[in-house]
Nanobody
Framework: QVQLVESGGDLVQAGGSLRLSCAASGSILTISNMGWSRQAPGKQRELVAA???????NYAESVKGRFTISRDNGKNTVYLQMSTLKPEDTAVYYCYLNIWGMTYWGNGTLVTVSS
């Protein structure tokens, strides 16, 4: 199976910055589309940012201009650089990987933004 390990979640003040990392390993033969979703308590999971195998990116309107997704294909790792954080960004952030019609998820990392 595919294993995704996230890191970087922390408690930060509003206006601060944080970088999340997600390393993929396991039965992966090719690079894959990857990205980040988040889920706040009592709310549905929402897509935050996505990046294709060739580096094309998409962002949720709520984070556009503040978050940047990037990847290192050699390490099969995806990053999420978050800046100008707001309390409404507080959520568990999940890394995902899409390959062969399947979606794999990490266990999540908690980001808490205090006001």
């Amino acid at each position: 199976q595919v294993q995704l390990v996230e890191s970087g979640g922390d408690l930060v003040q509003a206006g601060g910055s944080l970088r999340l990392s997600c390393a993929a390993s396991g039965s992966i033969l090719t690079i894959s589309n990857m990205g980040w979703s988040r889920q706040a308590p009592g709310k549905q999971r929402e897509l935050v940012a996505a990046i294709t195998t060739v580096g094309s990116t998409n962002y949720a309107e709520s984070v556009k201009g503040r978050f940047t997704i990037s990847r290192d294909n050699g390490k099969n790792t995806v990053y999420l650089q978050m800046s100008t954080l707001k309390p409404e960004d507080t959520a568990v952030y999940y890394c995902y990987l899409n390959i062969w019609g399947m979606t794999y998820w990490g266990n999540g990392t908690l980001v808490t933004v205090s006001s």
